[in-house]
């Protein structure tokens, strides 16, 4: 099975712009969860989508949204991008239904926001 | 609230020592699982195990194993015979039984030089 994909690789933006993100989870893997990395605040939950639905989500203002298609795959979006979001962002995808199952990642999106 | 702590920041070692990562969490929840994933340069975070709270068993995989104590809230990763290609940044994850969403500790650097 082909693992998570996530596109683009790299971005480079600057502050004010918007970017959105995409995830590709492992086939019949209907959750899709993402996580920014940043060296200051580590690995943060964002949230979960599950049969297109938001199911968890973390602490991040409402500049960061997401979505998901019926496909399972999922998008993210960032508006009014701050420097301070600049990070590596993770997606994860699980087969779980109900309750945790192990969630594999994706190799991740490095955006620079200058 | 969940939180895992991983005190060790960094850790150098020659090849084939052992080495142990330490692990330790706080939860409320009566059922819960724990996980070690591993974060090559390369960004993703590749799985590693899965616990659940109500599995004390210590577990053997190859060279890595795995030591949960619930009495103490630890959950400990040794690796054997440390090679040049367990250099990564290793993280310890916890969740709740009935959500997908991984609360991360701030990760150990492990560095194996020959």
């Known amino acids: 099975k082909a693992g998570v994909t996530q596109t683009p690789r790299y971005l480079i933006k600057t502050r004010g712009q918007q970017v959105t993100l995409s995830c590709s989870p492992i086939s019949g893997h209907r959750s899709v969860s993402w996580y920014q990395q940043t060296p200051g605040q580590g690995l943060q939950f964002l949230f979960e989508?599950?049969?297109?639905?938001?199911?968890n989500k973390g602490n991040f203002p409402g500049r960061f949204s997401g979505r998901q298609f019926s496909n399972s795959r999922s998008e993210m979006n960032v508006s009014t991008l701050e420097l301070g979001d600049s990070a590596l962002y993770l997606c994860a995808s699980s087969s779980a239904v109900t309750g945790t199952d192990t969630q594999y990642f994706g190799p991740g999106t490095r955006l620079t926001v200058l | 609230a969940q939180k895992v702590t991983q005190a060790q920041t960094e850790i150098s070692v020659v090849e084939k020592e052992d080495v142990t990562l330490d692990c330790v969490y706080e939860?409320?929840?009566?059922?819960?699982?724990l996980f070690w994933y591993k974060q090559p340069p390369s960004g993703e975070l590749v799985f590693l195990i899965r616990?659940?709270?109500?599995?004390?068993q210590n577990e053997i995989s190859g060279r890595y194993s795995w030591n949960f104590q619930k009495s103490t809230s630890s959950f400990n990763f040794t690796i054997t015979a440390s090679q040049v290609v367990d250099s990564a940044v290793y993280f310890c994850?916890?969740?709740?039984?009935?959500?997908?969403?991984?609360?991360f500790g701030t990760g150990t650097r492990l560095q194996v030089t020959l």
């Open positions: 939860t409320r929840d009566t059922t819960y699982y």
């Open positions: 989508y599950f049969s297109e639905t938001q199911r």
């Open positions: 616990r659940n709270s109500f599995d004390e």
């Open positions: 994850a916890l969740s709740a039984y009935t959500a997908s969403k991984l609360t």
